[in-house]
């Protein structure tokens, strides 16, 4: 873990408000792992925010943000050239279990996999979304060994349906999920993954503002207790995780 | 010399900067970033009796040049803190403030005097958080309640007790003597604002708690204003907090009278900003041939205190 500064390479719209930022930061890119994080610099905003690393290379990270509010309107407006200090590699990442791996990414929640995937190697990833104009998976470049699928809302493209419904249908043992995406997507996986007896990891997201668990301003309950999404987390076994 | 020595009376620190209570947990976190011994002091989440929660979330919510949290003193208990924090923190060669926080003056005793013979800079007694129901914030408005609760912790423990106090109320002079007269060494200002944060588009409270506490640079005048006035009323040292990011914002506090420094939620913005506070100030003072001591007080020279 370092905060050190990144160089803005580009920074390209994928969707309407789906944008992609390719930082060069050698010191966070050589080590991090499918699930961590940075916490970001937004110039003018007390806080920085925290986004899942969705590729990396040697020398260089890739974020896939969704236009949300204003910090992350600021941020879809900044130049190439521009510097941004960056905290991280930050939180606990994936930790592959037995099983063949099955990738859920709901909406922006995919950017959370991309990098689990091309470490995996081989894998199947479905994205959800309300419809195929939402799907921006296709813009990274992941690795020949990982099988894309769709999954859309109204049926434009692949299976029609939510994740929920496509992992209802999909589930069968033998399968290890990792998944992120809204609470009501992870909280209705987390019932049939306990259901059909299948293990999997579940990516959170949370406001934040150390980035690093010293504050406790990102707690969600589980099992447990208390947890820190970015010192626990972001990843957490999926049957940990308490939704309300 | 060491230019940047800061003096609370019952003791001299090397430099007068610390992190404000709560935004910095024990320093495990931030001493994988720099050595904890670069500060002045540490100051430490708050310590209640008995385990605590805190708050449902969301507990943070940005607004222009500040931020609020509602984290409500989660921590994990008297036990907890002297099991698996302080003696971490102890051998970190750093001087530590222990911030105690409680429902009752008796919880706050009851810490205070478990802690009473461990090594320590002193304790801060939180009589301030805006985020708990019973305790904290209920104190520090009523000056006969701080008097009592100050008195009643000097009972039980003789390491120097400072008094951190809120700024949600008409007049900080009361409630700071109150303080003094029954025993504090010094007082911390000032504590978070209380505020509120809407999420338009759920038409409800963004809090889970409701209400939270404004920090960062929008504080910064309301803590110097309340810094300038306790400095006329009280002779006990002052810590001063609220919005400080940066060198100049550091010296405006000492010219107000603070004898030391706490940094919050700056070091959420950058989390190296102590260090580089430490690092400015120490240049700062030789570029102009000054030191800490000789700063605290001095925009109040020529007016009579």
Redesign the interface.
């Known amino acids: 873990?370092i905060?050190t500064r990144a160089l803005v390479l580009d920074n390209l719209p994928l969707t309407e408000d789906i944008f992609k930022l390719h930082l060069l930061v050698p010191e966070i890119a050589a080590g991090v792992r499918g699930g961590q994080f940075v916490h970001l610099?937004v110039p003018g905003?007390?806080?920085?925010r925290p986004f899942t690393v969705a590729d990396a290379d040697e020398q260089s990270i890739t974020l896939v943000i969704r236009r949300l509010g204003a910090?992350t309107a600021a941020l879809a407006g900044i130049e190439r050239g521009s510097s941004l200090?960056i905290?991280g590699p930050l939180g606990r990442g994936f930790t592959p279990e037995k099983g063949r791996p099955l990738l859920l990414g709901g909406g922006i929640g995919a950017a959370a996999l991309t990098l689990l995937a091309r470490q995996l190697g081989e894998c199947t990833f479905v994205m959800g979304g309300p419809n195929a104009r939402e799907l921006w998976l296709e813009t990274l470049a992941l690795p020949p060994g990982v099988g894309v699928g769709w999954a859309t809302e109204d049926g434009s493209r692949g299976f029609a349906g939510n994740l929920v419904q496509y992992a209802a249908a999909n589930l069968v043992p033998g399968l290890w999920v990792a998944a992120c995406g809204p609470e009501p997507m992870l909280s209705g996986l987390q019932a049939l993954l306990r259901e059909r007896g299948l293990a999997g990891q579940f990516a959170l997201e949370?406001?934040?503002?150390?980035?690093?668990?010293?504050?406790?301003?990102?707690?969600?309950p589980t099992r447990q207790?208390?947890a820190r999404v970015c010192?626990d987390g972001p990843v957490f076994a999926a049957q940990e995780v308490v939704f309300p | 010399m060491n230019r940047a020595a800061a003096d609370l009376g019952f003791a001299r620190l090397k430099n007068p900067f610390m992190p404000a209570s709560g935004c910095f947990g024990w320093g495990r976190e931030y001493s994988r970033l720099f050595a904890l011994d670069t500060l002045g002091a540490v100051v430490t989440k708050a310590v209640t009796p008995e385990p605590r929660r805190g708050n449902p979330g969301p507990r943070l919510a940005e607004t222009p040049a500040g931020m609020l949290n509602a984290i409500g003193l989660e921590n994990s208990g008297l036990e907890g803190a002297l099991r698996d924090d302080l003696p971490w923190l102890q051998g970190q060669g750093v001087p530590i403030l222990v911030n105690v926080a409680g429902r009752t003056p008796e919880e706050y005793a009851r810490v205070a005097e478990a802690l009473a013979d461990q090594d320590l800079l002193g304790l801060e007694l939180n009589l301030s958080c805006p985020n708990v129901r019973e305790g904290g914030i209920a104190f520090g408005v009523d000056p006969d309640l701080v008097y009592a609760l100050v008195s009643r912790v000097g009972e039980v423990c003789p390491l120097p007790l400072v008094v951190k106090l809120t700024p949600n109320l008409a007049d900080i002079v009361e409630p700071a003597l109150a303080a003094q007269a029954a025993g504090a060494r010094a007082l911390t200002l000032i504590n978070t604002l209380r505020g509120l944060a809407i999420d338009s588009k759920k038409r409800r409270p963004l809090l889970g708690n409701i209400s939270g506490g404004l920090s960062g640079p929008a504080i910064k005048p309301v803590a110097l204003y309340q810094v300038w006035q306790a400095y006329r009323a009280v002779s006990i040292p002052i810590i001063g907090c609220g919005g400080i990011a940066g060198v100049e914002d550091a010296l405006e506090f000492l010219l107000a009278g603070a004898a030391a420094l706490q940094v919050g939620s700056a070091a959420f913005a950058n989390p190296l900003v102590l260090p580089q506070l430490v690092r400015g100030l120490a240049d700062w003072l030789v570029t102009n041939d000054t030191t800490v001591s000789e700063l605290v007080g001095e925009a109040h020279r020529g007016r009579e205190v």
């Open positions: 873990m905060e610099e905003f007390s806080l920085r910090g200090a905290l949370a406001r934040m503002a150390c980035g690093l668990g010293a504050c406790n301003g990102c707690v969600v207790g208390n010192r």
